[in-house]
């Protein structure tokens, strides 16, 4: 049966009293009392047990007793507790040792509970028990005198106390515990007390922060950690027991083993304490997270509660022992109903305890902690003495172990400590200011602690502490690195620190993100990494006079952390990188295969939180940007305050008003003090304002003493040193305090506070300046303020004060002022340099202080972000890299170090690597040459180890950074080139740094150059382009910079293409758009060893890449053989071009069922190739091409068609190439020949030219593809070869036209007359260089190609009547108007064909353009310059000046008429006419008269036989189409000496002086333009540099002019005539041949004498008459029943106009004087137009006679009759009275022809006619006086006979 619980708790009592009263000491007589209560104490027990009937034995010390019954019992403290009080109270070392290990032992088994209240006087709730009992252990500690070993026994009991779960202290007697233990560490002597005192320390507080977190957990998280707890204590329990019990073997029983037990076990627990907070301290560190994580260091519950379960068993177990003298042994199993029972009543006791709440702190466990945490703060604020402070000192001592005991707190804080507002407040309010003394402290150790405190809470409450964070960073850490009076040791704690924060890439990004991107704070992370960079520099450790080793640490510890901010940006980076590399072999995969739409597209939710993420980013870099142009602001203002002020006003962020420039001064710190001190002093009205505002808004309200609101005021602003403007401050400054504090009743007005102020700041600068060197005195003071006050003193002892203050301590700009930088001198004197750096310690630590007082009162937002996004990379770079750089490359100059070296190339490589990924190009280029720099490979003799590091560390980057290098790629493939040649140098040669350059053709660098090269087909797309092109610019530069060029570079760019030529087709269009461009360079190089080498390469390139093949419909092939096509048109060199034409060969005899779309620069580069005059290369390439044409055109093969559609145009430019080369004209004559075979190719075969998809949509493609490529070609042909070949041409092009012309569309017909029509282009006639070249191509290229038009129109003249005929009409009309007598004249034949073979199928419209352009040729070819020289000199100088003299010179390209064209114009039949004018007047009428002509003036020739035989048209009258077709003929074939000597003169002509200046042909008529502005600006170049002539040039100028008028009125006089002709021939003849044509008309036989009367005589005569008479009448031709009366009289009005113009100008002779006399037409007669005037009367008579005489006409015979009345008489009354003997005999057989066509007149109308002319005819015979009459007199004779049968009238 099982003991009572109260029964065991008082048998323990017993037997400890028995312990106490078994002393020695306590028999003492002095211990009396003690003896006395001990025994009343057992007594009471002992008859409690009897009556419980409970046995006395002894109690197992080692078996957990079970506690009491119920809760809340009252325990008589007389009764049983005042003796262990008193026993604790006595002198003796042991009996309080068994008096504390007694109650030690109650309170660690349950035995005394928190539910226990002591009966103290009557009071049953006046305090608790275990108060009572904690108060009396810590009563036993009096100071350090007090015994160690009752030291180790207050330490347990307190340690049990605390850490007990039955029993537990709260608030004072918690705190009472905690301080009667920091007391214990601090006095106690021995080493082990105070380690134990320590950890004692350790346990207690994690175990109060502990319950705090428990009780703030959500009931299920403690249950599980309850269940962990158990287990743990358990396993933990067992395995201390067995330690114990061997402990206890060993141990005296007495003494020994207690103490033995209790120093043994809280050092070795305070040992492993140590041991695991160092192990939890570095796992935190470590621990990216720690901050945000529940379940971490000092919140578990394991740790800390195995811990302080485990110390207080061990107390226990050895004060059991102590007791019992018994071993230690297992506890025994307990019963079910004892298990229940201890539950109920545990679940009581927390029931209990939660109702233990308090109003301000809610539970009591969470104002526990609170208390415990703020009294370790107020602790730490104790300041130190500036000497260098003792370790053993209890102030030292005191604020380290307050500081580590914070650091166990921090670490060790759960959840709910984190996240409680009382204890972040606590942290802002206590912990950070303690920070801020201790955190500049010049005590190594308590710097530290403080830097370790910092990092705990940088890492666990930054989401709190914001605004505290950047006050620690900025006034604290970054000021103790940047101070150059710090010691080594406190800049190396602070880089230590430092590298530990750079090391988490959460901490750096958010840093950056919460300070840098924050306008109202600073720029802590540009300004950490800008002063480690300063420390990795070697800026920093010189001026501290450290040791080399020491620089040397700390440089490296820089690097280090600068490295550790690398790594946290690229790890930070690294899911960017993935996420950019899967996107890249996605896309890859896309132009290769159809990737499915669900591996592509995005959810909506995905794609609405990356637009939230970009939003996110784009928010921060603008306030990055609006922080920037702040700054930017400030630092201006800081050096020109107001400029500086305009500038952030006109950037919105200060406002206008003074009041808001003077909230700006005072809430900005960044301002300058003394740039703030410029402004408020300046005496713009404005400044004065602000000023006022100033000192109004400054709040003087916190004192009202007069110093100490001045020192407030000068606190922030630096006075100006100008008088005046300290004037205006400080009477702003007097009148404020003054109004604010009238009743002070010190000053009587604002003068006096103004006068004693402006008196401070001279006392403030006489007592503190060291430049005075006599101080005022206090009496001397006072006698500058006597008498101030209104003519009184102000109170002496006021005054004093302020003396004794400002002696004391100087007025200073508030949180210090920064020191100026001390001299060199300074540093190296200890004692100085201490002193310096005390004053700015308590200047640092004044401004932190303020700092942090007032750190929550910014405008920036107190919320710490959590940077989540790769993107904050990006501008964290673009800010630091300049730092950076200079840390990273200065060292890697200067030193050799492996270490420093292998840190720098690493810091370079991240560097590199987040330039390239964030594509920033500006840092990218600057890292990447800087890493080439260091490879120092252009000085080869000074390589060291270092730079092939550096070669190493470049290859790397190239291989892992190809990507994203972009442009950077030129410079790593620089050095790559250079580093081939120092291999190749340095393999011949001994050098001092021999091994370094062997080490450069080491295997591992030889093999990864190798490998960026192969590794180039693993690059993307965008990047492979980077990379060649790069590659070629390193290359052209090894080509033009080297001598002899190398080619390694060239190599590996063949080598590239290689490499990647399997790559997708799009991708590699891109590579090869980069590398063809580079082959075209480089095949032309002057060096033709290079050229030749490119070509080669592309040669095996281009094979290769023919090998692939290509699809139907793309070009890539055309794209990669481009450059042959570059090469051969840019490289003159004959060696390379013959390589080229070769290497093209070559490629189509291996190749040629491979090539597609190829074929079109195969066929381009033959065609460069056929305007060669090199034979072999010419000849080389036409064989080629000609096999290609026998083999694949002609030939019917697999290959034919798409040879045929992807380039046929391109093989006929290549045959027209060939045929233009005038050096081969048998090669010319052969591809012409070809041209004719491929038009019978698309004859032939006309579906390989049409494309079935294509013709559904519109008109066939065969015309586009087939015919009009080899007709156009042929047309170039023609346009730009040499007579024969051009005739040759001309003869295939038509010719074709003609064979397959039944076939073409109309709309073909039009394309392809405009093409033919070019022939005739006037622009062409402008570009021709010579006259003689001019007059060739009309005389004989539009001559036979107008011929050929005018066969193929009346051939096909259905089809082309409505495409082609107004054009056609309107070329014949620019034809007939050119100045070449033979074009002119094939114009007017071709006039005539086109209607005679046409004529029956013309529709009216065509009859009507017809007559129409008949008409105005008669106007347009007049001669109507002839009457200008009739003109009168004023008139002459008015039309001289309206034209200008460029209108005169622009005549000199006209033609000459030779002597010998003259002599057959005017002299063979005196017909046709050679005009002259001498006035420069004429010239200019007459050349605006010929200015739109667009032909040359080529003189052509008019034939003498040709006008002779016109001449002998008088002979009978009758003019015969047969006859005057072979007189055309004539003209045309005859060529003898005298034309040529006609063309030398026109050639002489046009190669004048004068004529050479502006050869310049004219537009025609038909379509006249004005000069091109390129023609214009060169005429006014001409005449502007054009000296002025002399008279006789310009006489030869105007000679030369007169030559041309005369030709061009000479061509038109021509001109007319054929076109009478002309108007004839259709008119009158017939179509039929001569021999076919019926002559109805005829005379009658009317013989003049009869008979009788013959004789051989007058048989003759009658012979005669009747052959005359006998002639057949004329007959009206085809034509003439096509062409309508009015059309009829039309072409009748244009004769007669063409008549009455020669007619008129015969007749006067004053004209025809003039000209003659002008020089024109030397040794022969006057001028005239008598044939013309012949001839067009003749025609017009003919043709009204037909008119007259046509029955189906009758509507029109009665004008007809009028006008045929009125030109018959005004012909006889004209020759009777105008013609003279000289011309009579031309006149006669017009004469003839007239009497003629009245003889034929039927009787009613020759009744008419014979009436109105008889007495004309009468006359007529009169002429026989002078002269004979011919036939004439026959037909006189015939008309007087028949006149008999008639009747006249005698005319009125």
Known sequence: MADDPNASTEKFLLHSLEKILAEKDVKKSANAPLREACQQALDSLKNELKHKGASTAKVDPNRPLPPPGASGMRVSSEKYFKPFKMACESRSPKVVRTALDSLQKLMAYGHITGTMYAELEGLPDAQRLVDSLVETVCNCFTNETTDEGVQLQILKALLTAV???????????????????????????????????????????????????????????????????????????????????????????????????????????????EEDDTQHQQQQSSDDEHGDDGNDGGASVVPLETFAATLARSLLSSAIADVTGSPAATAAPTSPEVQQQQQQQQQEIEMREEDLTDEQYGHVYRKDAFLVFRSMCKLSMKDLADEEADPRSHELRSKILSLELQLVILQNAGPAFCNDSLFIDGIKQYLCVALSKNGVSHVPAVFELSLAIFLVLLTKFKQHLKMQIEVFFKEILLSMLETSLSSFQHKWLVIVCLAKITSNPQMVVDLYLNYDCDEYLANIFARMVDDISRVAQGRAASELGATAQQEHNIKVKGLESLVAIMRAMDDWTRPMLEELTARTVKDANSLQTEAHSDAVSLSSEAQRQADALDDEIAQFESRKQKKELLEAGIELFNKKPKKGMQVLQSKGFVGADPADVARFLLDETRLDRAAIGEYLGDGDQHCIDVMHKYVDLTDFTQTRDFLSCLRHFLGNFRLPGEAQKIDRIMEKFASRYCELYKDNGIFASADAAYVLAYSIIMLTTDLHSSKVKRKMTKEDFIKMTRGINENRDLPRDFVTSIYDDIAKQEIRLKGGTAAPRPAVEQLTNARTRQALYHEERRNIEASAEAAMTRAGTGKSSKRFLRATHVEHVRPMFKVVWTSLMAAFTIPLNSTNDQHVVDLCLEGLRLCIHIACIFSMDLERGAFVPALAKFTNLSSPHEIKGKNVDAIRCLLDVAAKEGDFLQDSWKDIL?????????????????????????????????????????????????????????????????????NPPRKYTLTKTVEIAYYNMERVRIQWAHIWAVMGEHFNRVGC?????????????????????????????????????????????????????????????????SKANNIRSGWKNIFFVFSLAAADTDRNIVTMAFTTTKHIFDQYFSKRNDHRASLIAASFMDAVNCLTEFACNTHFPELSMEAIRQLRVCATTVADAPDLFVNPLEEDKGEPKIWVKGWFPVLFGLSRIITRCKMDVRTRALTVMFEVMKTYGETFLSQWWTDLFRVVFRIFDSKKLQDMTSQQERIEWMSTTCTHALRSIIDVVSQFFKTLEDCVIDDLFTLITWCIMQENEQLARAGTECLHILVMNNGADFEDTTWELAVRTISNLFDQTAPKELYEFAASPQQQLQQQQQLGAGVVEDAHDSGDLSGADKASVNGANGTAVAVAATTAATTAAVSSAVAGETGDSGTGSTDAGAAAANTAETDGGDGATAKAQHQRAEATEQKGAEEEREEKEAVAVADTPSSKESKKATPTKASPSKPSPKQQQQQQQQQQGRPRMTSKEQRSREKAHQQQLFNAIVIKSVVQLELIQTVEWIVLSSTKPSSQVVHNRTLKDVPLTPSKHQTDLTSARVAAQQLALSQPLDEAGEMFERLTSPRLLVLLDCLLRSHEFARKFNLNMELRTRLWKAGFMKNRSKPNLLKQETTALACALRILFRIYEAKNRADVHGDVEQRLLATCTSTFDHFLTAITKDTREVWTPLMCLLIRELLALPDAKFAVHGAAHYDALTECITLAFDSPLGNLGFLLGSFFQRTRNFQFNAPA
């Open 163 to 273: 850490t007990s779960t039955t029993c537990v202290v709260h608030e004072r007697t918690l705190l009472r515990a905690v301080r009667t233990c920091y007391n214990i560490y601090l006095t106690s002597k021995n080493l082990v007390n105070q380690t134990t005192a320590k950890a004692t320390l350790t346990q207690m507080i994690s175990v109060i922060f502990q319950r705090m977190e428990s009780v703030a957990q959500p009931q299920d998280q403690i249950e599980e950690e309850a269940m962990t707890e158990d287990a743990a204590l358990e396993e933990e329990q067992r395995q201390q027991q067995q330690e114990e019990e061997a402990e206890e073997e060993e141990a005296d029983e007495d003494e020994g083993g207690g103490d033995g037990g209790e120093t043994g076990g809280p050092v070795q627990i305070a040992a492993q304490q």
């Open 1085 to 1149: 190089m002057q060096n033709q060893d290079v050229a030749f080498f490119a070509v080669d390469n592309l040669r095996q390139l281009s094979i290769k890449f023919l090998e692939k093949g290509e699809l139907a419909n793309y070009s890539f092939q055309k794209d990669f053989l481009r450059p042959f096509e570059y090469i051969m048109q840019h490289n003159k060199a004959v060696a390379i071009r013959d390589m080229v034409v070769r290497c093209v060969a070559q490629m189509v005899q």
């Open 974 to 1042: 620089a050095c790559i080139s250079q580093l081939e040649l120092v291999q190749i140098v340095g393999a011949g040669k001994r050098a001092r740094n021999a091994e370094a350059i062997s080490q450069t053709a080491s295997q591992d660098i030889v093999v990864a150059t190798d490998r960026i090269f192969m590794l180039s087909r693993n690059l993307n797309g965008t990047a492979v382009v980077d990379f060649v092109r790069a590659l070629c610019e390193v290359s052209m530069y090894e080509l033009t910079h080297y």
